[in-house]
């Protein structure tokens, strides 16, 4: 990150197919190629959820999903676009520190149903 780029797009997912769970980020650059931002140097727990959603809405866009381990409650929301012509990917991550389980996942569906 030394270099200064003048970048219009930002895509977020777990894109190397390591199956580490950690995400990479994806720059877009104007006049330049593209950067790829790798974390090598996290370690600890994580969990990934992807849903799939109905035929109304397949891509589950504004489902919210709290996960609860040892205490903690993380929350996070699918959300479309976000950044100029980049789309992150639809599969929410959650760095759960230290937390050998995860007590409660529950998915809040964009009809106002929820599941446990």
Known sequence: MQVPWVSRGLAVG????????RPEAV???????PALLRDL?????FLNVRLRGTRSNRSTIGARVTVEAVGHKW????TSGGS???????TLHFGLERAER?????VRWPEGKTET
């Open 14 to 21: 777990d894109l190397d197919g390591y199956g580490d769970g």
């Open 84 to 90: 100029f012509y980049s789309q992150s990917s639809l």
């Open 41 to 45: 140097a996290s370690r600890g727990q």
């Open 75 to 78: 929350i996070d929301e699918i």
């Open 27 to 33: 720059i877009l650059n104007m006049n330049d190629r």
């Open 102 to 106: 995860v007590d409660r996942v529950t």
